[in-house]
């Protein structure tokens, strides 16, 4: 998955915003939903479908660790004023910086060209037709909003298209589900030797734990910095810390709490339905949607299917906007989603050309499943170190200032440093076995 940051204004009563939620929910909400994109749904449609309510834990083991990550990557950008890329580009070698910008780039194309695909398919699924035409209107469509619908607005369309994942509540709702037996999953987990079981943790994993996640909110509360003309980085205005701080883990924590949430409802649908008809083998978000209708009904397949195209819409943006300003920071280029497209030339363009280009893997020879496996990998690869590099930058005074992190939210940042690192590791084993 795949845009613009929250499309409220600080005014008098969001100063309180810790007491408004809805003035607080805008970055980490719109990167906790993006999460759940059609690739992320096939995901978890597999895990479903193949070991039942067994894995479901996963998700709840993940929360904790996804939510400091992300939250450190939101503090990084209100503090400095800058993006990952810029704060890397500025204090550490770029060697290290551009082999992660482009295996960012390559993953998040490949997930845009399995995003596009899959909504296409979706689409298809109900109305019928040619689903590649529908691929190649759905870029356009992504492209054309986000480079000339005004920053506020597109903001807007954003929120309200996390409205999207309410659908998966709705198939959970039509399908039965024994939640004695989702509860037995989701508390006690559940451990098998078997490779393919523990590739399923790792994919889990890696799905809602993404580096793509990393950039794109700090990159807007960078833009959010910008925006707002009361808000300036905390490094310059340390009065507002306390209360940004605040707003962020809120945001933060709602958001990766919805994604695991859906997460959770896609997983419990799939096992309820088709683990229990013996309908184990899933490759895609469309392919788990059409196996739904003949076992749970039209009603549940019309829902689960929408829900694909409504996330694809979201997603789509967020990989490629947060493959552009990792370029752009890199690099030094003018970005950012508010400035005007003749203003921020290369940054518009990587965003039309990432879309496009992953709209054309669909066209290609290439199996956009083997695609997509390989997009994982690299992203699992990219995560470690960019994980190793935030939770430097974050102990460091002279980018963080008086906020550098520390106390419980750094031993979980480290926690999630080394799940993920062990999460590749395992991967890796797996692959040579």
Same mark, same amino acid.
């Given at each position: 998955m795949s845009a613009k940051a929250t499309g409220t204004s600080e005014s008098k009563s969001d100063r309180a915003t810790p007491k408004k939620l809805a003035g607080v929910l805008g970055p980490g909400l719109i990167t906790g939903a993006s999460d759940d994109d059609p690739s992320g749904i096939a995901t978890y449609s597999q895990a479903g479908a193949q070991f039942g309510f067994s894995v479901s834990w996963t998700l709840l083991f993940a929360y904790p660790l996804m939510s400091a990550i992300q939250e450190i990557s939101g503090r990084i950008g209100r503090t400095t004023g800058k993006g990952i890329a810029a704060n890397v580009r500025g204090h550490y070698s770029g060697w290290v910086l551009q082999p992660i910008v482009l295996l960012l780039l390559i993953a998040n194309t490949v997930n845009i060209g399995a995003d596009l695909g899959a909504m296409g398919e979706a689409l298809? +699924? +109900?109305?019928?037709?040619?689903h590649l035409v529908y691929v190649i209107i759905f870029s356009v469509f992504c492209v054309v909003l986000?480079?000339?619908?005004?920053?506020?607005?597109?903001?807007?369309?954003?929120?309200?298209?996390?409205? !999207?994942?309410?659908?998966?509540f709705g198939t959970a709702v039509a399908v039965h589900v024994p939640w004695g037996e989702f509860a037995r999953g989701l508390f006690i987990p559940t451990f098998k030797r078997d490779a393919e079981f523990w590739t399923m943790v790792v994919a889990v994993l890696g799905t809602t734990i993404s580096p793509y996640l990393f950039f794109w909110q700090a990159s807007?509360?960078?833009?959010?910095?910008?925006?707002?003309?009361?808000?300036?980085?905390?490094?310059?205005?340390?009065? &507002?810390g306390e209360r940004e701080l605040e707003r962020i883990r809120i945001d933060t924590y709602i958001g990766m709490a919805f994604s695991n949430v859906v997460a959770l409802a896609i997983l419990a649908t799939t096992a309820a339905t088709l683990h229990a008809a013996g309908v184990t083998n899933i490759?895609?978000?469309? &392919?788990? !949607?059409a196996a739904l209708?003949?076992?749970?009904?039209r009603f549940a397949f019309a829902v689960f299917t929408l829900g694909?195209?409504?996330?694809?819409? +979201?997603?789509?943006?967020?990989?490629?906007?947060?493959?552009?300003?990792?370029?752009?920071?890199?690099?030094?280029?003018? &970005?950012?989603?508010? &400035?005007?497209?003749?203003?921020?030339?290369?940054?518009? !363009?990587?965003i039309a050309v990432a879309t496009l280009v992953g709209a054309l893997i669909n066209f290609s020879p290439i199996n956009p499943i083997k695609a997509l496996y390989w997009s994982a990998v690299i992203n699992g690869v990219v995560a470690v170190p960019v994980m190793v590099i935030m939770m430097v930058m974050t102990a460091n005074k002279k980018i963080m200032g008086k906020f550098v992190v520390t106390g419980m939210l750094r031993v979980v940042g480290w926690v999630a440093t080394a799940v993920m690192a062990a999460a590749v590791v395992g991967m890796v084993v797996t692959m040579i076995g």
């Amino acid at each position: 998955m795949s845009a613009k940051a929250t499309g409220t204004s600080e005014s008098k009563s969001d100063r309180a915003t810790p007491k408004k939620l809805a003035g607080v929910l805008g970055p980490g909400l719109i990167t906790g939903a993006s999460d759940d994109d059609p690739s992320g749904i096939a995901t978890y449609s597999q895990a479903g479908a193949q070991f039942g309510f067994s894995v479901s834990w996963t998700l709840l083991f993940a929360y904790p660790l996804m939510s400091a990550i992300q939250e450190i990557s939101g503090r990084i950008g209100r503090t400095t004023g800058k993006g990952i890329a810029a704060n890397v580009r500025g204090h550490y070698s770029g060697w290290v910086l551009q082999p992660i910008v482009l295996l960012l780039l390559i993953a998040n194309t490949v997930n845009i060209g399995a995003d596009l695909g899959a909504m296409g398919e979706a689409l298809g +699924l +109900l109305i019928g037709g040619p689903h590649l035409v529908y691929v190649i209107i759905f870029s356009v469509f992504c492209v054309v909003l986000e480079i000339y619908v005004p920053y506020k607005s597109y903001a807007s369309v954003l929120r309200w298209l996390t409205l !999207a994942l309410f659908s998966y509540f709705g198939t959970a709702v039509a399908v039965h589900v024994p939640w004695g037996e989702f509860a037995r999953g989701l508390f006690i987990p559940t451990f098998k030797r078997d490779a393919e079981f523990w590739t399923m943790v790792v994919a889990v994993l890696g799905t809602t734990i993404s580096p793509y996640l990393f950039f794109w909110q700090a990159s807007q509360e960078v833009e959010d910095n910008r925006r707002i003309a009361e808000r300036k980085p905390l490094v310059r205005a340390p009065e &507002q810390g306390e209360r940004e701080l605040e707003r962020i883990r809120i945001d933060t924590y709602i958001g990766m709490a919805f994604s695991n949430v859906v997460a959770l409802a896609i997983l419990a649908t799939t096992a309820a339905t088709l683990h229990a008809a013996g309908v184990t083998n899933i490759e895609s978000s469309t &392919q788990a !949607a059409a196996a739904l209708k003949p076992v749970a009904g039209r009603f549940a397949f019309a829902v689960f299917t929408l829900g694909i195209v409504g996330t694809g819409l +979201l997603a789509v943006p967020v990989l490629a906007g947060s493959g552009a300003y990792a370029l752009a920071e890199a690099h030094g280029w003018p &970005q950012g989603l508010a &400035q005007k497209p003749r203003k921020a030339v290369a940054f518009y !363009a990587t965003i039309a050309v990432a879309t496009l280009v992953g709209a054309l893997i669909n066209f290609s020879p290439i199996n956009p499943i083997k695609a997509l496996y390989w997009s994982a990998v690299i992203n699992g690869v990219v995560a470690v170190p960019v994980m190793v590099i935030m939770m430097v930058m974050t102990a460091n005074k002279k980018i963080m200032g008086k906020f550098v992190v520390t106390g419980m939210l750094r031993v979980v940042g480290w926690v999630a440093t080394a799940v993920m690192a062990a999460a590749v590791v395992g991967m890796v084993v797996t692959m040579i076995g």
